[in-house]
């Protein structure tokens, strides 16, 4: 296979499909890290951005947009997922400090977290997701040439594979305290898929461990299918998300976890928008209002 067909091989690893939602995801970061009253900076995103044919007309900067933050798409959606990574940095640094040194990014996508944060030494950061987004962001970041802060290992497997199986073959060790990340993730999978996540997640941690996840409530998604922030991703992007969305009833995992023993706290994404002074908040017909974002620590015996 030569060169040039491996690199068309990485890009349509996100060029399509749920892989193309994280280029969303990093066009938003790369929006918020422009902003001067950012809450989360990612200087690799906006590189991720401009690798991939599919979004080369994407705005890189707020300034970029005609409407500016009233646009639904890159204005209010873009504020949400910028909060989302601060509040997830935050969490996880915070998790790190109370003892674990093993990270595992579920669907890590285009996340750069080994490379911003500012982890404590011996931590080991686990990124699983398909070979092909992996390459894609490999091959983005081999021309960077940035430095991780952290041990990387690449975990190049499909979430509905055995991930669990390649994921002790890379290193990790279920017997050793872990924290765990599933971002905008598990609404992407069948209700059966995500039960059996949390399982896996649950069988492979010991006491001092830490979850977290986003989840969605609401019982028809499609009842938002004409939301200002879906219509606007349609539009602009050509993604439409509630096609990607599984439309099952979702399990109740937090619930799930609490039962086993868990202790967990839900809380909305407009919780942080007021803690943070800056963030989306509630409006009509808002297709975010259903989505939790879920905290979850394992006791030590």
């Avoid at 896996?200 to 830490?210: E, H, P």
């Avoid at 509630?242 to 399990?251: A, M, S, T, V």
């Amino acid at each position: 296979m030569t060169g040039t067909t491996h690199q068309q091989a990485d890009v349509e690893g996100v060029d399509g499909g749920v892989g193309l939602t994280a280029l969303l995801v990093a066009a938003a970061r790369a929006i918020e890290t422009h902003r001067p009253d950012s809450l989360a900076r990612d200087t690799y995103a906006e590189h991720f951005v401009r690798a991939a044919p599919a979004c080369a007309h994407w705005p890189g900067r707020i300034e970029d947009v005609p409407d500016g933050d009233d646009d639904p798409l890159w204005g209010r959606f873009a504020r949400y997922f910028g909060l989302r990574t601060r509040v997830l940095d935050d969490f996880l640094l915070t998790s790190v400090r109370t003892g674990p040194r093993q990270v595992v990014l579920l669907g890590a996508g285009l996340d750069t977290r080994a490379f911003r944060l500012d982890w404590p030494v011996g931590c080991a950061v686990f990124e699983v997701d398909r070979a092909s987004v992996l390459a894609f962001k490999q091959r983005v970041l081999t021309r960077l040439t940035p430095t991780p802060r952290a041990k990387r290992v690449l975990v190049p497997v499909d979430l509905r594979a055995d991930w669990a199986g390649a994921l002790t073959t890379a290193g990790f060790d279920p017997d050793a305290p872990s924290v765990w990340l599933a971002e905008g993730l598990l609404f992407y999978l069948p209700a059966p898929a995500e039960t059996h996540l949390i399982d896996t997640v649950t069988g492979l941690t010991t006491g001092g461990s830490a979850l977290a996840f986003e989840a969605k409530l609401e019982k028809d998604l499609l009842a938002y299918r004409d939301s200002p922030i879906y219509t606007a991703t349609r539009e602009q992007t050509g993604i439409d998300l509630l096609h990607l969305f599984d439309k099952e009833p979702r399990p109740d995992s937090a619930g799930t976890l609490a039962g086993r023993g868990w202790s967990t706290s839900i809380h909305t994404p407009f919780d942080f928008a007021r803690r943070h002074g800056r963030g989306p908040l509630p409006e009509p017909n808002d297709a975010l209002e259903g989505n939790r974002w879920v905290f979850a620590h394992k006791p030590r015996p």
